[in-house]
């Protein structure tokens, strides 16, 4: 999901940006803290810089931004309810949710 937050889709609005962005929103209303682990933000370089071709210093810039709202907590802080993802095979476990 977090990807979905940093990557500019053509037209802004596909689904899952729209998605992303309302569990971000929702989240800010609350007062919750939505999670980043470890494997969200490798995963995220990773399709950053071989789908998107992003140089290596705009996704340090990407990640700077897209970190720097207070709702986003990086793993190792205690307190998040779920890991929202688009992948549809976690949703059945504990812990995970669909955005």
Known sequence: MFVRLLVDTPDGDTDQVR???????TAELRGE?????HVV????????RKVYKVPKSDVVVAFRAGLASAVFVVEDVLGAGA???FDSELHRDDGFAEP
Do not use: G, N, Q, S
């Not at 998605?19 to 929103?25: G, I, P, Q, W």
């Not at 803290?33 to 682990?37: A, E, F, P, S």
């Open 19 to 25: 998605r992303a962005r309302e569990v971000v929103a």
């Open 83 to 85: 890991v929202y993802t």
């Open 41 to 48: 933000l490798v995963e995220t370089v990773w399709v950053l």
């Open 33 to 37: 803290d939505v999670l980043v682990t």
